[in-house]
């Protein structure tokens, strides 16, 4: 299958609110408890431009998965450093929609500059282990029961991509 990987853009926000929305309530691929709202969604947009961004990846004009660079910590120092996320809609799944849009989120890192990228992922999400892995990333970390979650505690293991070396400018 062939798939348009874009930058997002605003048009997208119902779609993204729609697939993250299905991850709030079905998974704990997020620590959010609650659905968000189309102004919660929109304010988020807004925070994934520029050294930030956002791609969306599409099939048949519907956008049915997307990946995030945030920033991984508010310090100066880790200004280098970025989060990815990714996410899918439910009847996408497990067609290579998640690489495609990790392709092209790591490939903006790249260019942004960035040293390394972090990914937090909850157990026993297989898919998402095999799909890091398959990209370069090591396990680093497990921080054990850090959130709560459908009534238990869930542990958050971690894994990073060392990127390109980028000559530091600050």
């Known amino acids: 299958m062939t798939y348009v990987t874009r930058p997002g853009e605003e048009k997208d926000i119902q779609s993204l609110l729609e697939i993250y ?23 988020w947009f807004k925070e994934h431009t520029g050294e930030h961004p956002l791609v969306v990846v599409e099939d048949d004009g519907l956008v ?14 880790y200004s280098k450093t970025a989060e990815s ?5 439910n009847s996408h799944r497990g067609k290579g ?5 990790m392709d092209a989120i790591i490939s ?19 898919a998402s282990v095999r799909l890091h892995m398959g990209l370069g990333f090591e396990h680093v ?14 542990d958050v293991r971690f894994y990073q991509l060392a990127l390109e070396s980028a000559e530091v400018t600050k």
């Open 21 to 43: 929305n299905d991850a709030v309530e079905n998974s704990t691929s997020t620590f959010d408890l609650e659905p968000q709202t189309t102004d919660q969604r929109s304010a």
């Open 64 to 77: 049915v998965g997307y990946a995030t660079l945030s920033a991984f910590r508010d310090k100066p120092a």
């Open 85 to 89: 996320s990714v996410y899918v809609r």
């Open 97 to 101: 929609i998640g690489r495609a849009a």
């Open 108 to 126: 903006k890192a790249r260019e942004l500059g960035f040293h390394t990228m972090v990914a937090g992922i909850v157990p026993p999400n297989e």
């Open 141 to 154: 970390a497990d921080f054990r029961e850090v959130g709560f979650k459908f009534g238990r505690w869930l």
